[in-house]
């Protein structure tokens, strides 16, 4: 399983669109264990552009702070699921409580 955390400043980043990386977790959730991570610039900024880029890096899973309801209707199209309302946190943090059950999250602070 693959899963996708926008980054800004090495922490997840509030509002999706416009974070300037994403660091690509992968994990075996038998395990419940990290099994590794890349970071990759992100795109240019292209409404609409990010879920069949990340569907292409084999991404299963985004975790947001934030996202407009318009990308969350793409993820689902490219069968990615997305988690809103995360705590900016580092990727390794956020990713661990997901897979512990311990992940609170809160409003979905994106309102377009």
């Known amino acids: 399983m693959r899963i996708a955390i926008p980054l800004a400043d090495g922490k997840l980043a509030m509002h999706f669109g416009h974070c300037q990386q994403f660091a690509l977790v992968d994990v075996d959730p038998a395990e419940k264990k990290i099994a590794g991570r890349q970071d990759i610039d992100a795109p240019p900024h292209q409404p609409g552009l990010l879920p069949p880029w990340l569907a292409e890096r084999g991404v299963n899973l985004v975790i947001a702070g934030g996202m407009g ?18 705590p900016a946190d580092t990727p390794e943090k956020v990713v661990t409580e997901y897979l512990g059950g311990t992940l609170v999250t809160g409003q979905n602070i994106c309102d377009h």
């Open 69 to 86: 309801q318009r990308a969350h209707g793409l993820f689902a199209e490219q069968g990615i699921q997305v988690l809103i309302g995360a």
